[in-house]
T-cell receptor
Framework: GQSLEQPSEVTAVEGAIVQINCTYQTSGFYGLSWYQQHDGGAPTFLSYNALDGLEETGRFSSFLSRSDSYGYLLLQELQMKDSASYFCAVRGKSSGDKLTFGTGTRLAVRP | GAVVSQHPSRVICKSGTSVKIECRSLDFQATTMFWYRQFPKQSLMLMATSNEGSKATYEQGVEKDKFLINHASLTLSTLTVTSAHPEDSSFYIC?????????FGPGTRLTVL
């Protein structure tokens, strides 16, 4: 199976940079995804790492190191609207198309 | 882009009643849809995989007789919570699989009194 651990809460100031970590234990997976979810809303896809290294998409970047069983999401130039929950997720090689989500990190952006 | 809808967005029911939640792929066909449950301040937990034209596959610990799933067409999957109880109160989210990944519906907030 898979388990993905994230810090439960992170607080940062508007305009700053914040990193949300994801450490995982898995028997094999295709890649690491990141999703954003505002309260009461649907998860929306942010980023995906199939290979080790950094992927950049605008203000959001994501990193994966399979040798360290670790990844992170980096949010730059934080805005108030970035206050949300963030989840890492994997699609396991032995679990078909099923996604396993991390424990989730609630990000609070302060003025 | 791929759009997934859910209906209703919010439902309140009495204990012991059944509630049906619909998940539709609006601009694409989905042979596979997924149903998740999310309790407050917790992560999404996969309940079952819904396959068009065949029986759903349930995750360990999810009662298939309580959470009935029907995927009768390529654009619609339904989840029926039978004999709902207060502990079933949760946020139910569906997703549909496409060639480029999974797209999530807006969720249904179920409150059982």
């Amino acid at each position: 199976g898979q388990s993905l651990e994230q810090p439960s809460e992170v607080t940062a100031v508007e305009g700053a940079i914040v990193q949300i970590n994801c450490t995982y234990q898995t028997s094999g997976f295709y890649g690491l995804s990141w999703y954003q979810q505002h309260d009461g809303g649907a998860p929306t896809f942010l980023s995906y790492n199939a290979l080790d290294g950094l992927e950049e998409t605008g203000r959001f970047s994501s990193f994966l190191s399979r040798s360290d069983s670790y990844g992170y999401l980096l949010l730059q130039e934080l805005q108030m609207k970035d206050s949300a929950s963030y989840f890492c997720a994997v699609r396991g090689k032995s679990s078909g198309d099923k996604l396993t989500f991390g424990t989730g990190t609630r990000l609070a952006v302060r003025p | 882009g791929a759009v997934v809808s859910q209906h209703p967005s919010r439902v309140i029911c009495k204990s012991g009643t059944s509630v049906k939640i619909e998940c539709r792929s609006l601009d694409f066909q989905a042979t596979t849809m997924f149903w998740y449950r999310q309790f407050p301040k917790q992560s999404l937990m996969l309940m079952a995989t819904s396959n068009e034209g065949s029986k759903a596959t349930y995750e360990q610990g999810v009662e298939k007789d309580k959470f009935l799933i029907n995927h009768a067409s390529l654009t619609l999957s339904t989840l029926t919570v039978t004999s709902a109880h207060p502990e079933d109160s949760s946020f139910y989210i569906c997703s549909a699989k496409t060639g480029s990944g999974q797209f999530f519906g807006p969720g249904t907030r179920l409150t059982v009194l």
